[in-house]
């Protein structure tokens, strides 16, 4: 099997992220919720994720990374925070439904900065118009769908000037681009574990600012303050009701070590080069639309195929049966398929991680042209 499906997650993973996780399992209760040492231990675990993704992501301290079960729970509460009747909100063309269904859910008035893919430009010149005014803004940093890094640090920039709140989805750059809360200046940070971090699946994190006031997505149990019948006022505790999933924790950390280990340049050094040599095999396939940037610095180990005269749900099923994982459709993003103009077809997707290699990128690139071939012809019944 070769996976190349890693924007979804990395299925991949570290040796000491299964270690991390097994051992929690079976020395770590629950923190603060005992002073006996198996509690004491997954205190100690739960604080040590908190400081690895400090440093990891220049956060000033670790009581403001919150532990969430994946990055949609994060937009949800950065943006349910920030949203309130009336409020405007302006947004990427290339957000995900974590964002966008979140944002229908709320009375609020959503604006749309649009620019065609690859043009950082076009979608700076959008954001510079439309942002005067609003109240918050949401803006992925990497594309989901096409890998396409967007110019956050401008856009975070402008922000500031206009006083504007901001959320950033960093879904698809923690672990492989920088990320500075402090830098961004934004408001949330919102990532998943599972992803480019390597960690468990059910594990995300919260980054919130010292100027953040979040407000608390589900209440109940913290282990502190408990006479208290409203959440507590500090964070953590604020934002995180309920048990923690103290293995997901321990296995986060391991994930995130090996990041700081590797070096996040040197994993994304690694997946854009294998993502290159992919798009430079397949440029010449007849009726193959390979959306990749001209510029590599614009894109990360991402790209989205389109082919003609093929479904790219029957040519991703087609690659599955030959042990090549990808993921085709519309990614849980229609928003960015209708800014790239690929809404009408859907795109396929491959996606690179830390342990991929150039065999695997031949192999796939061998395999989808065989499949195509064999799938055009079919389709015309010859």
């Known amino acids: 099997m070769i996976f190349l499906d890693s924007a979804a997650t990395t299925l991949q993973k570290p040796a000491s992220v299964r270690q991390a996780v097994r051992l929690a399992m079976e020395h770590a209760a629950s923190p603060g919720r005992g002073g006996y040492p198996a509690a004491a231990r997954a205190a100690e675990l739960v604080f040590r994720c908190r400081e690895t993704a400090a440093r990891l992501f220049d956060v000033p301290g670790p ?23 009336g409020s405007r909100c302006v947004i990427s063309g290339y957000e995900h439904n974590a964002v966008t269904r979140t944002l229908a859910a709320l009375p609020v008035r959503v604006d749309v900065a649009r620019g065609q893919l690859f043009q950082p430009d076009e979608l700076l010149e959008d954001f510079a118009q439309l942002l005067p005014g609003a109240d918050f803004a949401v803006c992925t940093h990497v594309s989901n769908v096409f890998g396409y890094i967007l110019p956050l640090k401008e856009i975070a920039e402008l922000c500031r000037r206009n ?100 070096g996040p340049e040197h994993i994304l050094r690694h997946e854009q080069a294998l993502c290159r040599g992919l798009a430079e095999d397949l440029r010449g396939v007849p009726g193959l639309r390979v ?92």
């Open 163 to 262: 006083s504007v709140a901001l959320v950033v989805d960093a879904s698809q750059s923690a672990g492989c681009l920088p990320v500075s809360l402090t830098e961004l200046g934004a408001d949330y940070v919102a990532m998943p574990g599972h992803k480019g971090l390597y960690g468990p699946q059910g594990t995300g994190l919260l980054l919130c600012s010292p100027q953040a006031k979040p407000a608390p997505l589900l209440t109940g149990g913290t282990g502190s303050e408990s006479l208290l019948q409203t959440m507590p006022q500090f964070l953590p505790d604020r934002l995180e009701a309920g048990t923690h999933n103290v293995p997901g924790a321990a296995g986060l950390t391991a994930g995130m070590e090996f990041v700081l280990r590797t």
């Open 63 to 85: 009581e403001q990374v919150v532990l969430t079960f994946n990055a949609t729970h994060g937009l949800n509460i950065a943006i349910r925070s920030l949203a309130v009747p």
């Open 291 to 382: 959306m990749a940037s001209s510029d590599p610095a614009l894109q990360s180990g991402v790209l989205s195929l389109v082919p003609e005269g093929m479904d790219p749900e029957a040519l991703g099923e087609a690659l599955g049966q030959q042990g090549i994982c990808v993921r085709s459709g519309y990614h849980c993003a229609p928003l960015a398929h209708a800014t790239a103009g690929t809404l009408e077809t859907g795109t396929v997707r491959l996606s690179f991680s830390a342990f991929n290699r150039a065999s695997e990128a031949a192999r796939a690139a061998s395999v989808l042209r065989r499949s195509l071939k064999k799938g055009r012809t079919e389709g015309n019944g010859e």
